[in-house]
């Protein structure tokens, strides 16, 4: 049967790595993988991460199997970081391990789907595997603009969706440091956004995969704190690969406030059902080295610090890019304004490959780049080669 199968395009952006690997030029910049880098180019394990990885091989006693929910101390200890002081919002929400962010985006909207979701509405653009997920779990999606053209939130784009969807539709919202645009939505806009979504009845799912990377934890919170406030039912996808940089390891967690505790249990064992016959139970080595992180207070600042630098960091590139003003063809300012690891240029397909082939920069066919990919000295260079290409 297998003649059946035709070959599918591989990742393009894990096209794109290997032709990185490839390029024997000493000069050369990646912008394209979406990991943070430090100002030496590299990705390196946390200190935090290393102290709680010792511990976890000091103290683990043993790696039977746990469950689909995975380490619900993991899942617990998160919580107070995405709800706040009332985490469980007087037992009206839990959560369960999942393998990565995208194993969280996954059981959402297999749950979504489950619960009768006749369609998900996505801005875009969006990460590309949100579209691949939707497809493949076999829902309709519908897209609407996330940005307009001068590099803020289109407001008006998502109301107008959240307003007119109602409860038999979910729309799929970024928590902040928007992949890929860099483009989110400011405290007012969420407080219009929550209203939307409380006075139609429509579902929220919201994708958390870079809290802490943006202004900060409490402060990446507030928009997805404020939705959650206004409405009976949403859930949340998380991602700790990123603020954590446990990437491989596959730490992610997926949220669900219902309307009761009874209404809750219904949904994770819905949720617990789902995961068990996708991946059975999540990784576990990740999770439980966060959750080592997060239970001692000592490690917890460490980390913190550590975020603390990435986000510093970030911000020193964006506004390096942001006080140079123009290159060539592009305006650079706005992603001064904008958070997170990731920025759109306004570049041709054709721009794009004279970058790479003339200049050894190397970014997604759409125009992202991974501002983390840029270091105080290379950044002159990638200002000079985008003002060549676009001038
Ligand atoms: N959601 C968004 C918006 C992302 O950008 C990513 C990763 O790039 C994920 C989810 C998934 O993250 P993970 O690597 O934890 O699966």
Not at 12 to 17: E, G, K, P, R, Y
Not at 252 to 271: H, I, P
Request: proline share 5%.
């Amino acid at each position: 049967m297998l003649e059946n199968l035709s070959p599918q395009s591989p990742d393009a952006l894990l096209a794109l790595i290997k032709m990185y690997a490839a390029d024997e030029r000493t000069d050369k910049i990646d912008l394209g993988v979406g990991v943070y880098r430090t100002g030496q180019g590299d990705t390196p394990v946390f200190e935090a991460v290393k102290q709680a990885e010792q511990k976890l091989v000091d103290t683990q006693s043993s790696k039977a199997y746990l469950g689909p929910e995975g380490d619900m101390g993991f899942v617990e200890a998160l919580m107070p970081y995405i709800f706040g002081d009332d985490p469980t919002d007087g037992g009206r929400i839990t959560g369960m391990q999942t393998p990565g962010g995208t194993g969280a985006v996954r059981l959402a909207v297999a749950l979504a789907k489950a619960a009768g979701a006749e369609r998900v509405h996505m801005g875009v653009p969006s990460w590309p595997n949100h579209a691949q997920i939707l497809n493949d779990v076999g829902v309709e999606t519908v897209t609407f603009s996330h940005a307009t053209d001068v590099g803020t939130a289109d407001l008006d784009a998502v109301l107008d969706v959240i307003k007119a969807a109602g409860p038999k539709e979910a729309v799929l919202l970024h928590g902040s440091c928007h992949n890929p645009t860099g483009i989110d939505y400011s405290d007012e806009y969420w407080d219009a956004i929550a209203d939307a979504f409380a006075s139609s009845g429509t579902f929220p799912i919201i994708d958390a995969a870079y809290q802490g990377l943006g202004h900060g934890m409490e402060e990446d919170a507030l928009g997805m704190r404020k939705v959650l406030a206004a409405v009976p039912q949403a859930f949340v996808c998380y991602s700790c690969d990123k603020n954590f940089g446990v990437y491989r390891d596959r730490v992610g967690a997926f949220y669900a406030k219902a309307e009761d505790a009874e209404q809750l249990a219904t949904v994770f064992s819905n949720a617990n059902a789902l995961a068990r016959a996708s991946w059975s139970m999540p990784p576990d080595h990740g999770a439980a080295t966060v959750r080592l992180i997060l239970d001692d207070p000592a490690m917890t600042q460490v980390w913190l610090d550590e975020l603390e630098t990435m986000r510093e960091r970030l911000r020193l590139v964006r506004k390096t890019l942001a006080d140079a003003g123009t290159a060539g063809g592009v305006d650079l300012r706005p992603i001064g304004q904008q958070n997170g690891l990731f920025a759109i240029l306004p570049v041709t397909p054709e721009q794009v490959k004279a970058l790479r082939e003339d200049h050894a920069i190397y970014m997604a066919g759409s125009g992202r780049i991974n501002v983390a990919g840029l270091t105080m000295n290379n950044i002159g260079k990638f200002i000079d080669a985008l003002a060549a290409v676009t001038g």
